[in-house]
Nanobody, 120 residues
Framework: QVQLVESGGGLVQPGGSLRLSCTTS????????IGWYRQAPGKEREGIAC????????YYVDSVKGRFSISRDNAKNTVYLQMDSLQPEDTAVYYC?????????????WGQGTQVTVSA
């Protein structure tokens, strides 16, 4: 059974950094398209980054481009989201998910989420 587990969330001051981890079981990260999503209070869930299977091509939504970086460690079966220059509007629950039809497609398996709060 495929499972995803996020970790690394927490409270950070504006301008700070966090690194989220998404560890998978039942599959390998280099054989999946894996995306990061977030959902802020009162808002819809949005996809913010994705890394493609095998080639590891990366994609970002404009609001995080240049500040966030997605990567993976095949040996640890983990995908990371490095978040720098965090702002209060980045406050949200962050999820990783598997996207079976590519980074442009929908996700069908989700982790439980990890809370990120950016506040002074």
């Amino acid at each position: 059974q495929v499972q995803l587990v996020e970790s690394g969330g927490g409270l950070v001051q504006p301008g700070g950094s966090l690194r989220l981890s998404c560890t998978t079981s039942g599959t390998t990260v280099d054989d999946e398209h894996i995306g990061w999503y977030r959902q802020a209070p009162g808002k819809e869930r949005e996809g913010i980054a994705c890394i493609s299977r095998i080639e590891g091509r990366t994609y970002y939504v404009d609001s995080v481009k240049g500040r966030f970086s997605i990567s993976r460690d095949n040996a640890k079966n983990t995908v990371y989201l490095q978040m720098d220059s965090l702002q209060p509007e980045d406050t949200a629950v962050y999820y990783c998910a598997i996207k079976p039809r590519g980074c442009a497609g929908r996700a069908n398996r989700w982790g439980q989420g990890t809370q990120v709060t950016v506040s002074a």
